[in-house]
């Protein structure tokens, strides 16, 4: 069974910088583009950072020059690099990722459970 498992969400005071992790497990043949996405109370679902399965990487204008994407492929894990935290980037984060199971399996998209990121003022 194919699962995306994120963790490294928590509490953190503004200008702090958490890490999270997404990890896929199971019987996947590629891993194409991965990405972030957060939901905060309210709002609807908006994309944080997608990376390509060659690296190419984009944000929101929001997280710019504060967090990084980037991606191990041997691990199949996405990695979102969040710093100078702000309250406005409370949000539960999802991780999402392009999957293909196998030779004659069309592109999935696959999402994780989420993992909750709070930013205290």
């Known amino acids: 069974q194919v699962q995306l498992v994120e963790s490294g969400g928590g509490l953190v005071q503004a200008g702090g910088s958490l890490r999270l992790s997404c990890a896929a497990s199971?019987?996947?043949?590629?891993?194409?583009?991965m990405a972030w996405y957060r939901q905060a109370p309210g709002k609807q679902r908006e994309l944080v950072a997608t990376?390509?399965?060659?690296?190419?990487?984009n944000y929101a204008d929001s997280v710019k020059g504060r967090f990084t994407i980037s991606r191990d492929n041997d691990k199949k894990t996405v990695y979102l690099q969040m710093n100078s935290l702000k309250p406005e980037d409370t949000a539960l984060y999802y991780c999402?990722?392009?999957?293909?199971?196998?030779?004659?399996?069309?592109?999935?998209?696959?999402w994780g459970q989420g993992t909750q990121v709070t930013v205290s003022s």
């Open positions: 999402a990722a392009d999957l293909r199971l196998g030779v004659w399996s069309g592109q999935e998209r696959y």
């Open positions: 199971g019987n996947i043949l590629k891993i194409d583009a």
């Open positions: 990376v390509t399965s060659g690296g190419s990487t």
